[in-house]
């Protein structure tokens, strides 16, 4: 997960000097795809043949980390032998997976307007250049990553999941709401921005250790894959609306309260999510 944050940290200044260069009569925005986007395709392809299917074939691990993870996953199957039966249909329309995905849906929705706007957002409500936005633009996700790190950790001592996906998200909720009353500066905007980036990246290793604490195995699976496929539409639907509003509002605040609309309402539907063990359908 750290990956997230780290390629925009890295990918923001990369792609401000990508965007300023005119190799071979080429503009640079074409050259940031070609740059940036042929690596993912091919290192995807070699996941396929380098990436193991099963916890014996990890090389990197030494043989007693190998057994210890081997063993904390069958204390896991046996703390939830009783979930066995569960079918990958009923694992999908058990109510907490339902409440997740629309959970996720939602925070994707306002996450993603951030993370495809920014630079745009950056440049238009300061003036930078391409190259200074880069910069600068990875300062909330240093904030993200930090935060991630941070999150996780006591969110696995604490054993606590919940609360630390909101107060993520609560956080990026009030950093854009004190925009609409304080006045406006380009450090007042970094500081949102920072807690934006720091709230939209934090709360993903809590929220994916929801799933499989009501699930095992192959329901688990099926529930991630599941939640994360259908919340995903959110990364269409929320920069789509925020897009539209800001042409036909000629502001982008419309837009910054459907962010914080999506946050407020992501947190309330994971905290509400049941807390009890899913029991099989018959």
């Known amino acids: 997960m750290s990956a997230i944050p ?32 042929v690596p993912a395709v091919l290192l995807g392809i070699v996941t396929l043949f380098v990436l193991p299917d099963r916890l014996t074939e990890a090389r990197w691990l030494a043989p007693n980390e190998r057994d210890w993870i081997a063993w904390r996953l069958a204390e896991e199957r046996r703390a939830k032998a009783h979930l066995e039966e569960m079918s990958i249909l009923q694992a999908l329309r058990h109510p ?3 409440i997740l995905t629309l959970g996720l849906f939602f925070c994707y ?22 190259f200074h936005v880069g910069w600068m633009g990875a300062i ?13 950790w006591n969110s696995d001592r604490t054993r606590e999941r919940r609360w630390h996906f909101a107060a993520p998200q609560l956080t990026a909720a009030f950093g854009l709401a004190i925009w609409f009353f304080l006045p406006h500066s380009t450090a007042l905007l970094m500081v949102v921005f920072t807690l934006i980036g720091f709230g939209s990246v934090a709360y993903l290793p809590a929220f994916w250790a929801l799933p499989s604490a009501f699930l095992t195995n192959a329901a688990a699976a099926a529930a991630v894959g599941f939640i994360n496929c259908t919340a995903s539409i959110g990364g269409f639907v929320g920069p789509k609306i925020f897009g539209d509003l800001s042409q036909r509002t000629g502001s ?29 359908i018959s």
């Open 6 to 37: 780290i390629a925009y940290i890295l990918g923001g200044p990369l792609a401000g000097a990508i965007l300023g260069i005119n190799w071979l009569g080429t503009p640079g925005w074409r050259w940031l795809f070609l740059l940036e986007g």
């Open 96 to 98: 907490p997976v339902i």
């Open 109 to 130: 929705s306002g996450g993603y307007i951030f993370w495809f706007w920014m630079p745009t957002l950056l440049k238009r409500m300061t003036g930078w250049s391409d």
């Open 140 to 152: 909330p996700f240093i904030a993200g990553l930090i935060g991630m790190l941070v999150f996780g």
């Open 252 to 280: 982008f605040s419309t837009g910054f309260a459907v962010m914080i609309a999506c946050w407020i309402i992501a947190s309330l539907l994971v905290l509400v999510c049941p807390r009890e063990r899913a029991e099989v």
